[in-house]
């Protein structure tokens, strides 16, 4: 079902996933990828959630999709992270989700901000991570080309940040690109170009270049030992940045699991037989730990 709920002041718009036959059932935040829309990935691991007997809620950022909130389309960690709070806030309290707390599954980029979530939000009693995109400065290094290479980013994004102060306007490259060297990601990513994948309507596939600097400074990994709440990770050894993963899993101050499969990075969006085997194991930590 269509929902919506606020998050300071902005409308965020929602789809709640409801079980069969069942009046009341654990609930799941559900979110996926930076610069996202519900319908690229969050809605699809919300309805295998339903089917495995949870409530589960995938819902756009502020400034994304059908979400309210101005400007549009900025990869914000602290403004996603309080989305996911009052996302937590709302489900917990709806009449079809038992229980005290809820779950938090976050998919790549949306793992770093569901582990922010978890790590300061008591409503959140237990986390999942799928495909874990979990950075920090030296991890961004690595990924972006060098220590020149970030600094050029954040130079160019407080550029772009100084003239929406100033004019208002916003300057957007394509997240996604094969021909266009200034897009976030300047590759042939057949999941985001593919109409049939991720390259669907409510997608624009727009970055706000005034976003680098705050997604580059952003650390996920010194967010593991202040989480204590049951966490578990699937991941593979041929998706992004395995090394990332390790070193959050080994840093979690409580319950912990791991599970390595096999896949690229984009199977674990839409593809078979990733998306079960994620579905079917987050849905058994959730059995286990959601009170």
Same mark, same amino acid.
């Given at each position: ?22 009046? @009341? ?46 400007? @549009? ?5 602290? @403004? ?22 809820? %779950? ?52 160019? %994004? ?88 390790? @070193? ?44």
């Amino acid at each position: 079902m269509n929902v919506s709920f606020d998050s300071d002041g902005v409308t965020l718009a929602g789809n709640l996933f409801l079980p069969e036959g069942v009046e @009341r059932a654990p609930g799941v935040v559900v979110a996926g990828t930076w610069t996202s829309v519900k319908e690229l990935m969050a809605d699809r691991y919300a309805q295998r959630l339903a089917e495995r007997g949870f409530a589960a809620l995938s819902f756009d950022f502020t400034g994304f999709g059908a979400s309210g909130g101005e400007p @549009r389309e900025v990869e914000n960690p602290a @403004r996603k992270v309080r989305d996911i709070r009052h996302a937590a806030g709302f489900l917990a309290a709806h009449p079809a989700v038992e229980g005290d707390g809820v %779950g938090a599954l976050g998919i790549c980029a949306a793992a770093m901000y569901m582990a922010d979530a978890a790590a300061h939000d008591p409503l959140i009693t237990s986390l999942a991570l799928v495909a874990p995109w979990l950075h920090d400065a030296a991890i961004c290094e690595a990924a972006y080309g060098g220590t020149e290479a970030v600094a050029g980013k954040i130079k160019i %994004g407080r550029e772009a940040r100084s003239r929406y102060d100033e004019t208002g306007e916003i300057d957007y490259v394509p997240v996604v690109s094969a021909t266009d060297p200034r897009a976030a990601m300047p590759y042939a990513i057949d999941f985001y170009l593919n109409p049939a994948r991720g390259g669907i309507p409510a997608w624009p596939n727009r970055f706000a270049v005034m976003a680098w600097p705050d997604w580059l400074t952003y650390d996920s990994i010194a967010l593991a030992p202040r989480i204590t709440r049951p966490t578990l990770l699937v991941h593979s050894q041929d998706a992004a940045i395995p090394d990332g993963a390790r @070193r959050f899993h080994a840093g979690l101050a409580g319950p912990k699991d791991i599970l390595w499969t096999q896949g690229t990075q984009f199977d674990f969006y839409d593809q078979e037989p990733q998306v079960t085997v994620s579905a079917d194991t987050v849905a058994a930590h959730f059995r286990r730990t959601l009170r």
